[in-house]
């Protein structure tokens, strides 16, 4: 039997040599009613129960638990937890609050183990909650805390699903790698959630009047230049220097 730690060594090892798999399946989408969803059948699946240095939490109980991944997916998913640990300066990560990973339905990434929902986070310095459904609207200091983990995970999954998606996304953030891959994301002003990503960042961290509508229009072009200006960034947006600065920076705070 493979184990977890060989499992995820050898993931970390392609993400950290550009060597992975790099695969990015079709779209799954989400059921309609009008056809059958697509489902798939999973490759090898590892056990965890931690992300980086921190225990996984079941949301519905708050006990410890163990899911399954797909170990590369799970590589690229510890990978965020060191970032976001570094980018937050809330120190070590203590708990990973999550609903699922490996979910066996179709029509959803879950179904693969290539996708997780996170709905809180606790450090040594302090934690984030993700559940707009218990403190929406929200505070300031909220509000900049989930827009500031939102970037650090839209810089490693370009399929991060929020609380303005829509109500069902109002108790966590969705991720999964149906785009990106195994690598890090890249930003496509056409994606409806990253240009979300940018304007609610740009109000709620950097406190710029950014009305959230959706399109990467004159407004948010502009708010984008004064947030590039304050953390001394040159490369554009539509880079992937210039869009992994911006999430950083927004991470940051």
Known sequence: MTTRRALLTAASLALLTGCGRNTVLEP????????APTCRTPGDLVAFDAVATGTL???????????????????????????????????????VTSFGAYVDKCGSYHQVGRAFD?????????EVSLRFDRWGPGSSTQLRDYWRLAASLHLHFSYTLAYPYDAAHHNHIHVDNAVSGDGLSTFNRRSGTQVQLVQYACRHVFGH??????????????????????????????TPEGWRGFLRAVARG
């Open 209 to 238: 009047d950014v009305e959230p509508t959706g399109d990467y229009d004159d407004q948010t072009r502009d708010a984008v230049r004064r947030v590039q200006s304050m953390a001394d960034l040159t490369s554009p947006l539509a």
């Open 118 to 126: 996170i709905s809180a986070i606790a450090h040594d310095r302090g």
């Open 28 to 35: 799954l989408g989400e059921p309609d009613g009008r056809a």
């Open 57 to 95: 939490l079941y949301d519905e109980t708050g006990a410890p638990t163990t899911m399954q991944s797909d170990p590369a997916f799970l590589a690229r998913l510890e990978a965020w937890a060191a970032d976001w640990a570094e980018l937050s300066g809330l120190g070590a990560i203590r708990t």
